[in-house]
């Protein structure tokens, strides 16, 4: 995470030595970042990777080689150079905190600043939000399967490169697992990490049972052990009794054991007959292989004596849904504190973007539970009863009473300056807890979930119109004067 | 690419810990790194990453940081903590140089080291190895999609994190990509970088016509213009032709058009009429919209006159495949030079390894062409006529004859030291291209690929039925003790 000012497109550069040229470079501009479909066929997505914008704006700055290089290639003049070498990120960032649920065409970033200094962040912002947002999510989904069960994350090897294996684990641990096997992401981020022994502890000794009583002496109060190296049920389950009863005998407590291989439902029901048998009733039975939410929730639903799972590929990677698809689109510019919204249309509706510098905010029943969001202009306020509509299907409508509310999207960089308290890790992954737990059953299901109320305010929604009609009207102009 | 000694899983530090203490950390282990299956559902992958293995190997050691997180876990002794402090890689290392087509069960990498040491190194040569190898595949798949066009990356910003953008990048030039849009990929491995202009550009003018100008004016020699941000063939186009002729009047030369949404075969024909119309003839049209090798290739077959194309998140994240599954098992273990092989069983047979220390020999008809390959054990060597059998249907056989060899996996490191000289990245991708000529069309098809063999030597298949054997016998034995 350091050094990332290149972390961008090249076009981002050269239109903003465009922008200066034209003396654009003092306009403000106002981006939203936001996504339009939920990952995983669900009804959610949670909001991660705030803190690795936060560094990236704080660190952001260019060096001597970076200028060095961009010289180098025959695009950029010396005006624009230097004002790359005097570049520090001085706009207002407002961002929707890390664990809260968040929706479609919902900014969960917004940046306001001169369009010199907006443009050039898009390509971080989305490289870094997109990816946490979907893992976040993912665990989420991953652990609400596993029900009460733990989640460990360990799907470093699987992961796309080093900084998604770190940043992943980080997401993870904020969607809900209860620990990674990647050390780098323990160290970093103060997140809990386990881990036992592979097949290659097994294969090493000469046998099974040597490889697990030694495994047993060296970490006596750590003991699990891994039991598919040669056969489950009729080697690798006898060979773990015998060394957990030792362990047992001695005065220390056997973990149990990992299955890692075959079929977990008729795999874990054996070995846990012949645990109890022997009198192991305390020995976990941990599963992994390959395994996803759908794969855990139907092995739970048959019954598997499964205490805690082991998920790496299908996490790690959000296999399913391997992209979040964020966005960064403009929707206002203006000058010395002035704004005019913009519009991008689009021959796909779900495309064109919302004019304005907009709110969310969030409506709550009386019992807390969260009924719909509106996206709002900033200045806009709501009463009771309030009458609200979705913006394609506008003849649905729902009218909301008795509700409370609250804006979502939270001060983050004021003039430059960060003026937001970064919580811990801990300290997001019980706010995703508190958070998820506003949100209806109903839309957190895994598959089919029921669609949560995102609809615009009015005043938003007759902005847009406008601003539509108002496009429609220059192209028929440009169509014209081209006949 | 810094301090990535702990880009690893825990239970590789538990494990050291243990071979440790068992008197074990000075037997030498060797290990394989190969995938099962071929992501995309193509006939072929191509290695990749080799050199960031180097960089991690040759730059791999623990800080006093790193020594005080550890010993902070209550999991580390004294003596394991200052083994690791001293740890450096003293082991060799073959692998397969980057660009080479390799298929299921080839080891890409061969790990013989002390198993101390071959098993730190596990999670990150799979996390850098994988990756790559998956982005590298997925490119060439496109770019032979793409035909003679040419291919841009530019999914930086739905990449999984920072390292999977600039890594991905790198990958994707190694396929056959031309450039890339990500400055940073560019400035750390010289690869040409490319772009032009966002929507957001063009909503920041009052119109889309000045925001054209603008543009060539800045940029009168790169001008390729986004038309599709109000209106394609209305506004985006007639806008375009009338700045591409102030630019063409004025001496330079108009690259062209970008189209970015809606049907690229409709658009792109209507565009190219429009564009023939006005004598722009020499005027190119790039497109991009969420394109993957399939939708290229059928927007070709419908004849869409598209010259070029730009890639993003499909071929950043390997969108249908995100993941290519690649493990790293013992193959050998032994003291002093004497080894002896080892076995994983699993009740899956494909999951089954493959003993000894191996190497690959592809073997080549008379015209060049790759045949087939053989996995062998290190001391063998062919003669022809050669009888080869599927290892799996033994039945399924074929004689080789006229054949040229070559041995795939080449000498990395030696005793801890690199003995490979690194190609550039301009070198791979010429490599890349002439090894993907060996390989018959048949099996770089898109879809339904003709199966490239691979199969066992005869003297590696008995060793492994032998030993499969053996273990069958040592359960048994298990089972029986136990009743």
Same mark, same amino acid.
């Given at each position: ?71 180098? @290639? !025959? &695009?950029? *003049?010396? +005006?624009? =150079?230097? /004002?790359? $070498?005097? %570049? ?37 912002? @989305? !490289? &870094?939000? *997109?990816? +946490?947002? =979907?893992? /976040?999510? $993912?665990? %989420? ?142 020995a976990k039975i941990v599963g992994s292989n390959d395994l996803d939410e759908h794969t855990i929730w139907a092995i739970r639903a048959q019954g598997a004596p499964i205490d805690s799972w082991g998920v790496g590929t299908h996490l790690i990677t959000s296999k399913d849904t391997p992209a979040l698809g964020g966005v960064y689109k403009l929707c206002a510019e203006g000058q010395n504190g002035v704004f005019e919204p913009r519009l991008k249309v689009s021959e796909n509706t779900t495309k064109i973007t919302n004019p304005g510098i907009k709110k969310i905010v969030r409506f709550y029943d009386r019992g807390g539970k969260a009924m719909a ?111």
């Amino acid at each position: 995470m350091k050094n990332l000012e290149f972390l961008t497109d090249l076009y981002q550069l050269t239109m903003m030595q465009g922008y200066l040229q034209h003396g654009y470079e003092e306009k403000d501009a106002v981006f939203d970042l936001y996504f339009r479909n939920i990952p995983n066929g669900g009804g959610y997505a949670i909001a991660a990777g705030l803190e690795q914008v936060i560094e990236y704006i704080e660190t952001l700055h260019f060096t001597d080689e970076d200028i060095d290089y961009l010289s180098g @290639l !025959n &695009l950029f *003049n010396t +005006e624009f =150079l230097v /004002a790359l $070498k005097n %570049f520090h990120f001085s706009g207002d960032i407002d961002a929707v905190p890390e664990g809260t649920p968040v929706f479609p065409y919902e900014p969960l970033v917004r940046v306001k600043a001169r369009i010199f200094e907006a443009q050039l962040v898009e390509t971080t912002l @989305l !490289n &870094l939000v *997109n990816f +946490e947002t =979907l893992i /976040a999510t $993912k665990a %989420f989904r991953v652990v609400t399967a596993a029900g009460g069960g733990s989640v460990a994350e360990f799907g470093l090897r699987r992961a796309q490169g080093p900084d998604a294996g770190v940043l992943g684990a980080r997401a993870a641990i904020i969607g809900g697992c209860q620990s990674t096997s990647n050390v780098l992401a323990g160290q970093k981020f103060g997140v809990p990490v386990s881990g036992t022994q592979a097949h290659s502890w097994v294969q090493c000794f000469p046998s099974e049972l040597e490889s697990f009583r030694a495994y047993a002496k060296s970490f006596p109060d750590q003991c699990l052990l891994l039991v598919d190296t040669y056969n489950v049920l009729k080697s690798g389950v006898p060979n773990a009794i015998k060394v957990g009863l030792e362990l047992e005998a001695a005065g220390h407590h056997f973990l149990g054991i990992r299955i890692d291989s075959g079929d977990l439902t008729y795999l874990s029901r054996e070995a846990r007959l012949m645990l109890d048998e022997a009198g192991l009733y305390d020995a976990k039975i941990v599963g992994s292989n390959d395994l996803d939410e759908h794969t855990i929730w139907a092995i739970r639903a048959q019954g598997a004596p499964i205490d805690s799972w082991g998920v790496g590929t299908h996490l790690i990677t959000s296999k399913d849904t391997p992209a979040l698809g964020g966005v960064y689109k403009l929707c206002a510019e203006g000058q010395n504190g002035v704004f005019e919204p913009r519009l991008k249309v689009s021959e796909n509706t779900t495309k064109i973007t919302n004019p304005g510098i907009k709110k969310i905010v969030r409506f709550y029943d009386r019992g807390g539970k969260a009924m719909a969001d509106l996206i709002a202009l900033e200045d806009e306020y709501f009463k009771e009863p309030l009458t609200i509509f979705d913006p394609l299907q506008t003849w649905k409508k729902k009218t909301l009473t008795n509700f409370t509310t609250k804006e979502i999207l939270k001060p983050i960089f004021r003039s430059g300056k960060c003026v937001y308290n970064l919580p811990s890790i801990q300290e997001i992954q019980a706010y995703t807890q508190s958070e998820m737990a506003t949100i209806w059953d109903e839309v957190k299901r895994l598959t089919n979930p029921h669609r949560y109320i995102v609809d615009l305010s009015p005043k938003l929604y007759n902005l847009k119109q406008e601003l539509l009609q108002q496009i429609s009207d220059q192209v028929n102009e440009v169509e014209e004067s081209c006949k």
